[in-house]
């Protein structure tokens, strides 16, 4: 999950401090987010997710609503942004 909270920051060309900003959090939080010493709440992800554009049960877990079982990429990205095709990462 950490691994995709970090992309998801750099697809939307975000900085820790940005998303500390958005979540009202010190920047220390985002890094602990990022490091994996701390686990975000629902309420997290879905603000990172609304914030960088792509879905927070993608950040969750790599799952998107419209992904076909059998791909091997996935689609992140809100209707209204270009999606990017992502090949899927191990966690």
Known sequence: MR?????????????????????????NTIGHYLSGTTRPTRAVLMAWGMRTGVSWRWILDGSEPNQDPGSEAVTIGYPTRAPVRLLALAA
């Open 3 to 27: 691994h995709r909270m970090r992309i998801a920051m750099e697809h939307a060309g975000l900085k820790p401090s940005d998303l500390a900003v958005t979540l009202d959090v010190h920047r």
